[in-house]
């Protein structure tokens, strides 16, 4: 009887799991439910629930049964990976590193472990570590995986390297997958780069075939006059906060828009030498963004830890930006990070600072090209703030990577445009 009912669980999560490989994802939520109801500490049934949730756009569900699964079978790979990757994605870095590591602790050599802890470390600013997670997850890597850790790689390698030694990255990766499309992109970025037409435009068609391409191919077109004009490609987002600052010459006040958990505005502080604030609900988007729901990236209303010099602004940009402004009459922007994903958040931040905005201002957009639709967001808002305000402004650098984009502000008053 015992045995039976064992039988009947294995052929109940066989048939979940069919449908989930079929991409009946409502089919297979159902089927690992069904297993769960004989028996609630089924770690895989938890663990593929998990990721049903997930990829239905619930991501606290996602991660309450990812939790579940981590718990009903502590020392298992797979839900602690994928519950790793998770936070991750939701930028709860500190605690998607604490789940990869108690998963490499078991099992040293999971690619997908190395691979994604490597991006999460570049993202907090550690690359040397990150470095060193890619080199040993390429020496276990499978041809895809060598292809995805090789183009996570050269966006390091491009910062501290240069051009030269990314391309050969991003060839290795087209080597394991030629189809790999951001690799293919940025293959064809870097011949653009230097001055290589015929090249990247030979890319650019093998970017075509692959398929579905077309957000990418719209932000090549994009790239195209800038990146001949001279503006920089860039790899990580970190490098391209840097190197913003460094053009930001002006004495005046150092922003972020969209801090979340931390990492961008940590970096910036540390790299500003004043004082820097930081705006956020910290209780996630305030609308809805590409199918996920208003919330997303919600810190739970805790506000992350910030070395001294740094004032967090907790609201809506429109409410909690005019008042600080009001603090500091007179001062213009010298910098502003705009990382809040939604064209009316980024609306609003333009509207508020167009005053402060001039000459010499610079600005960062860390969603600025790449995802499908892109042109419908930041990218937008800042056009038509462009055209409102007449901001002539250039493109200083540019990162298909980070899908970040650093501009000046060169002339404010007179014909609008981005040369
Ligand atoms: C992608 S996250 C920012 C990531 C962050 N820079 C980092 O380093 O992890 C976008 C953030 O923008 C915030 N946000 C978006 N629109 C906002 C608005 N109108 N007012 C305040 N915060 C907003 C969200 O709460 C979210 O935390």
Not at 210 to 219: E, I, N, Q
Not at 238 to 254: K, N, Q
């Amino acid at each position: 009887m015992r045995s039976e009912t064992i039988n009947q669980g294995v052929d109940r999560l066989d048939t979940a799991l069919r449908a989930h490989r079929d991409g009946d994802i409502a089919a297979a939520a159902a089927g690992y439910r069904a297993v769960l109801a004989e028996n609630p500490a089924d770690p895989d049934a938890l663990n593929f629930l998990g990721l049903t949730q997930r990829q239905s756009g619930h991501v606290g569900s996602a991660r309450a049964w990812l939790e579940r699964a981590c718990h009903a079978c502590p020392e298992g790979v797979p839900a602690r990976v994928n519950l790793a990757t998770l936070c991750q994605d939701l930028g709860d870095l500190e605690t998607a590193e604490r789940h990869y590591r108690r998963a490499l602790a078991r099992a040293p050599n999971a690619v997908a472990a190395l691979n994604n802890l490597g991006n999460a470390l570049t993202d907090m600013d550690r690359p040397v570590e990150a470095l060193a997670l890619f080199d040993k997850a390429l020496a276990h890597a499978g041809a895809d995986e060598r292809a995805e850790v090789h183009y996570n790689r050269h966006a390091l390698v491009l910062d501290r390297e240069g051009p030269a030694a990314a391309e050969a990255a991003i060839m290795e990766s087209l080597a394991a997958v030629p189809t790999h499309r951001l690799a293919r992109l940025q293959a064809a970025a870097l011949a653009m780069a230097r001055g290589a037409q015929a090249e990247a435009e030979e890319h650019l068609s093998r970017l075509a075939a692959s398929g579905d391409a077309a957000p990418l191919l719209d932000s090549a077109v994009w790239l195209r006059p800038h990146l001949a004009a001279g503006a920089r490609l860039l790899g990580t987002t970190i490098a391209g906060l840097a190197f913003a600052l460094d053009r930001a010459r002006l004495s005046g006040l150092v922003l972020e828009f969209g801090v979340r958990f931390g990492h961008s505005l940590r970096a910036i502080a540390a790299r500003a030498g004043q004082p820097v604030h930081g705006f956020d609900t910290f209780t996630g988007l305030p609308g809805a963004w590409h199918g996920h729901a208003p919330g997303l990236y919600s810190t739970g209303g805790r506000l992350p830890w910030m070395p001294d010099g740094v004032t967090l602004h907790a609201g809506l940009f429109a409410e909690t930006l005019p008042g600080m402004l009001a603090a500091h009459p007179d001062q213009p922007v010298r910098f502003a990070n705009v990382d809040c994903d939604l064209y009316d958040s980024a609306a609003d931040v333009l509207r508020v600072l167009a005053p402060r905005v001039v000459p010499g201002s610079v600005l960062a957009f860390d969603e600025f090209l790449i995802n499908p639709g892109w042109q419908e967001d930041e990218f937008r808002a800042f056009h038509d703030a462009a055209a409102r305000y007449r901001w002539r402004a250039s493109v200083l650098g540019v990162s298909p990577f980070a899908k970040q984009a650093v501009l000046r502000i060169d002339a404010v008053g007179g014909a609008a445009g981005v040369g």
